[in-house]
């Protein structure tokens, strides 16, 4: 590194970095060039003044600005005027900044009232409340970015503005949907910011627009097309495969094989090839005998590749959640007819669980328990990989397909042609 550039860049562009200088020198490292000890006790002394004005002794620095420091580059003259309490000072009112835009990501108490408990006038005090907050949000972090963009920690504070701009142009926040476009665009193209957070703006951005463009009908599609366009942008880089990761574990059976298909033709992680391999094997269920009997919560067992008749929804749900996704999946069905037969498999559920499970399906069935965990006999033989899930058998008892909660309604009409 040419030290007498990095000396004249401390001392234009960042005041405060020089300031931190003055204590970084005091811890001396033992390789640096004899010149070092000849400032040494000028150094002491600068530092010793910052101290006794509140500032900090403990800051470091990388050896390279310590060495340009000692061998002269950057004067103990122009360390001395670079008032170091003044960027203690800034350094604190940062922080404080900082704190109080964290202070407002978080959600009041009001608006974390359980839907069921909304009341008109409790809805319109929520959106009162958002709006204000987002407001005040918008404000601060559009000071920070300012005022600060020198400041290591305004990237993130530029994230939490263009997410806050978003939120509030759903409430109709003249001029927010607009900005946040406009700052978004700038944002990912900024090479001065890492590829990651790039990416994270890019996927909030895009997947607004995508999602209002497909509806919420197709999840599973516009992810897809989302992660193509992303990975066109951004590289077959991690954070695109943990977007292809998802839309495979949750995305509908004919998207999750595509998307594992591409995975394995590419350059992916580990990780994501290994999830792509056990989605070709779930494939690989379709139209064949269902894999395993299950045994019943009244102990009797159940051979599911036996001719029924009718199609069978088989959904599974994770007993450590509770009842949620069973309560999730009755608020999807909740006035819908069925023929389909139902069984429902909780991994780890107890009995008091199932007492209480019975109470919430959207419709009577069959319930089983089984060991928890995506390695037991039952996750292995139907290639479960999340929860919930469900499994569609058709009448004749061949598995017919496979998907999320959202799924089911379409899969049900599939099975049953």
Not at 289 to 302: G, I
Not at 358 to 364: A, F, N
Not at 372 to 378: K, Q, R
Request: hydrophobic share 45%; glycine share 8%; aromatic share 6%.
């Amino acid at each position: 590194m040419n030290l007498r550039l990095l000396a004249k860049s401390l001392q234009s562009q960042n005041p405060p970095q020089v300031a931190a200088a003055q204590c970084c020198v005091l811890e001396l490292d033992s390789n640096l060039p004899a010149a070092c000890n000849n400032k040494q006790s000028q150094i002491k002394r600068a530092c010793g003044s910052h101290r006794s004005r509140g500032g900090s002794g403990l800051l470091r620095l990388p050896a390279v600005v310590r060495t340009a420091v000692c061998t002269g580059l950057i004067g103990v003259g122009a360390l001395s005027a670079a008032a170091a309490p003044e960027a203690s000072d800034v350094n604190a009112a940062a922080g404080n900044d900082l704190a109080s835009i964290l202070a407002l990501t978080k959600t009041t108490a009001v608006a974390k009232s359980t839907a069921a408990n909304y009341t008109p006038a409790l809805k319109r005090t929520v959106a009162d409340e958002e709006v204000d907050r987002l407001k005040a949000l918008i404000a601060k972090t559009k000071a920070f970015r300012t005022n600060r963009a020198g400041d290591a920690r305004s990237v993130e504070v530029r994230k939490i503005e263009i997410d806050a701009l978003y939120r509030a142009s759903r409430y109709g926040i003249e001029g927010a949907e607009q900005t946040a476009k406009e700052l978004a665009a700038a944002f990912r193209k900024d090479n001065g910011v890492l590829t990651k957070d790039r990416f994270d703006i890019a996927l909030l951005s895009d997947s607004i627009a995508d999602h209002a463009r497909a509806g919420q009908g197709k999840r599973g599609e516009f992810h897809e097309r989302l992660g193509r366009a992303l990975e066109k942008e951004f590289g077959g880089n991690d954070a695109v495969f943990g977007l292809y990761s998802s839309v495979m574990q949750a995305g509908e059976s004919e998207v999750a094989v595509r998307v594992a298909r591409k995975v394995l033709a590419g350059k992916a992680p580990a990780a994501a090839q290994g999830l792509a391999k056990s989605i070709m094997a779930r494939d690989a269920l379709v139209g064949t005998a269902a894999p395993l009997s299950l045994v019943t919560d009244e102990n009797y067992a159940l051979n599911l590749a036996a001719p029924t008749g009718t199609v069978t929804v088989v959904f599974f749900w994770d007993a450590g959640a509770g009842v949620a996704q069973i309560e999730a999946l009755a608020r999807k069905f909740a006035a819908t007819p069925t023929t389909a037969r139902w069984i429902y498999f909780g991994f780890g559920a107890t009995k008091e669980q199932l007492v209480s499970v019975k109470q919430k399906v959207p419709y009577k069935g069959i319930h089983c328990t089984g060991p928890t965990g995506f390695g037991s006999e039952v996750a292995q033989a139907f290639k479960v990989r999340q929860l919930p899930y469900a499994c569609i058998i058709d009448a004749g008892g061949k598995v017919a397909g496979y998907g999320d909660i959202q799924d089911i309604p379409t899969l049900i009409q599939r099975a049953s042609r």
